[in-house]
């Protein structure tokens, strides 16, 4: 049980592209998803947090405009990469949790190259 | 800010060595501690963890005991098997863990035969 995937896991875009990956709670519902980013060697950095029909909250420093977050259902949170440009490139892993548990379940992570 | 601090990697192991992947953090207030463990091609999947001083968090032969007095909790393992090769983090999050989770950079462990 409590599962989590990504949708893609790898993707290669142009620059000035929209990119948006999906990820999915598949046998528990996700009251919160949080979306992460991790450079190589470096550890994974919050981007935002989305609580179900709400605005994400974002961490300082991340661009809402840019990075665009919807959880709309229990079970579907998306990123979407607006005008991506090669800085962008990066590992996006998001993880659920369900109200009442304090365990943060992750996805497998997708890989997007933007060229 | 909070934030946490762990062995660099990468450690390469003998099959039954002992294990030990160093980890302190800085934070305010009292965080919930974390190891989580991320097998290659997977997610991270959380391994043990630790909600109070003095707590020691233990599963599948891993320990790890939250010190308040050296702001630290070490992963430790008695014996590793080939099997353990993974890329571990520490991390610590606010209220029991539901809130957002400050990790650490990752330690690779490799064991070999």
């Known amino acids: 049980g409590a599962v989590v995937s990504q949708h893609p896991s790898w993707v290669i875009c142009k620059s000035g592209t929209s990119v948006k990956i999906e990820c999915r709670s598949l046998?528990?519902?996700?009251?919160?998803m949080f979306w992460y980013r991790q450079f190589p060697k470096q550890s994974l950095m919050l981007m935002a947090t989305?609580?179900?029909?709400?605005?994400?909250?974002?961490e300082q420093g991340v661009e809402k405009d840019k990075f665009l977050i919807n959880h709309a259902s229990l079970t579907l949170s998306t990123l979407t990469v607006t005008s991506a440009h090669p800085e962008d490139s990066s590992f996006y892993i998001c993880?659920?949790?369900?109200?009442?548990?304090?365990?943060?379940?992750f996805g497998p992570g997708t890989r997007l190259t933007v060229l | 800010g909070d934030s946490v601090t762990q062995m660099e990697g990468p450690v390469t192991l003998s099959e039954e060595a002992f294990l030990t992947i160093n980890c302190t953090y800085t934070a305010t207030g009292y965080p919930s501690l974390f190891w989580y463990v991320q097998y290659p091609g997977e997610g991270l999947q959380l391994l043990l963890k630790?909600?109070?001083?003095?707590d020691k968090g233990s599963n599948k032969g891993f320990e790890a005991t939250y010190r308040k007095e050296t702001t630290s909790f070490h992963l430790e393992k008695g014996s590793v098997q080939v099997s353990d090769s993974a890329v571990y983090f520490c991390a610590l999050g606010d209220q029991g863990g539901s809130e957002k989770l400050v990790f650490g950079k990752g330690t690779k462990l490799t064991v070999n035969p």
């Open positions: 993880s659920a949790t369900s109200q009442g548990t304090d365990t943060q379940y």
């Open positions: 046998d528990f519902q996700a009251t919160t």
């Open positions: 989305s609580n179900e029909g709400s605005k994400a909250t974002y």
């Open positions: 630790a909600t109070k001083a003095d």
